[in-house]
C-alpha cells in the first residue's frame, strides 16, 4: 500500500490518486522496481484536494496537522480493509499520519519503521518532489534514488514473503 499526502488538481477532478504527472512518476519507478503497479493499493493521508484558486489554476497547498488528523479515519479504514503487508509512505505527511509524529523525510528516508497496528512502514519522498528540482542532473539523480527506494521496497517484500511461507 502506498500513501501520498493529498489528491492533487488532476486527482481531484478524476477522483481518482496518482493520475497526475506525479501518478506517472510513481508508475515509471514501480515499474523499474518490478513491482507490479495492479497489485498496489495507492491512496493518500488527506482525502480532499487543499488548494488556492489564482486565475484557472488551482495551486496545491500542504494540509495542515487538523485536515491530516481528520482524514486518519479513513486511512485506517482502508488499512484494514487491505490488509498491507507493508505501507510505503510518500512524503512528510503520509509519514505523519502513519507514525503519529512529525517525520523529516531527509533524515528518515530510506528507512523501515513498525507502524500504528504494527504494520511495517517505509519512507520516502513523494514523487512530485522530484519534478520540483530545477537542475536536470540533480533530478535525474533524485528520480534514481527514489527507483532505489522502490527496489529496496520490493526486497523486503519478497523477504517478508519467504519467511511466510516457511
Avoid at 21 to 30: F, I, S, W
Avoid at 64 to 71: A, G, K, L, N
Avoid at 91 to 112: D, I, P, Y
Avoid at 150 to 157: A, H, I, N, Q, S
Amino acid at each position: 500500500m502506498f500513501v501520498g499526502e493529498q489528491p492533487g488538481d488532476m486527482e481531484d477532478r478524476q477522483g481518482r490518486p496518482f493520475v497526475g504527472p506525479a501518478g506517472r512518476m510513481l508508475d515509471k519507478a514501480l515499474a523499474e522496481a518490478s513491482i507490479p503497479r495492479e497489485e498496489v493499493y495507492v491512496t493518500n493521508a488527506v482525502k480532499h484536494f487543499k488548494f488556492i484558486q489564482r486565475g484557472k489554476q488551482r495551486m496545491h497547498q500542504r494540509p495542515v496537522i487538523r485536515q491530516v488528523i481528520s482524514c486518519k479515519p479513513w486511512l485506517q479504514a482502508e488499512l484494514g480493509i487491505i490488509r498491507p503487508k507493508m505501507v510505503v509512505c510518500l512524503g512528510a505527511t503520509a509519514a505523519q499520519s502513519m507514525l503519529s509524529r512529525n517525520v523529516q523525510v531527509t533524515k528518515e528516508r530510506g528507512k523501515f519503521f513498525d507502524g500504528d497496528s504494527g504494520i511495517l512502514v517505509f519512507i520516502t519522498i513523494h514523487p512530485s518532489a522530484i519534478y520540483h528540482i530545477r537542475d536536470e542532473n540533480e533530478r535525474r539523480e533524485e528520480y534514481r534514488h527514489f527507483v532505489a527506494d522502490m527496489k529496496l521496497v520490493y526486497r523486503r517484500l519478497h523477504s517478508l514473503e519467504r519467511v511466510r511461507t516457511r
